[in-house]
């Protein structure tokens, strides 16, 4: 069985930093492209970045390039996002997702966590 956890959310002040993980079992981890994706209440889920399973591409939502890092080890089966100089719209439960390749279309993969909260107080 497959399983995606996210750590790493927490309360954070505007300008901040946190660093997301995505813990992965249960599937081959370094043939798996992982997305991240944010959702706030009532809105659908949005893309937020993308990294291949090799990790020699990698996406990013405009909204947030420049501030946000994709990273993975393939030996450790964790995936990472490292966000600077938070702002509070990047308040949002944040997910990571598994598929075979790149996309930023949520409704396209096939494995997902159940999400860590990020609030960035301003």
């Known amino acids: 069985q497959v399983h995606l956890v996210e750590s790493g959310g927490r309360l954070v002040q505007a300008g901040g930093s946190l660093r997301l993980s995505c813990a992965a079992s249960g599937l081959d981890f370094s043939n798996y492209a992982i997305g991240w994706f944010r959702q706030t209440s009532g809105k659908t889920r949005e893309f937020v970045s993308v990294?291949?399973?090799?990790?020699?591409?990698?996406y990013y939502a405009n909204s947030v390039k420049g501030r946000v890092t994709i990273s993975r080890d393939n030996v450790g089966n964790v995936a990472y996002l490292q966000m600077n100089n938070l702002k509070p719209e990047d308040t949002a439960v944040y997910y990571c997702a598994a598929r075979r390749s790149v996309q930023v279309d949520p409704e396209v993969y096939d494995f997902w966590g159940q999400g860590t909260q990020v609030t960035v107080s301003a």
């Open positions: 990294i291949s399973w090799t990790g020699d591409s990698v």
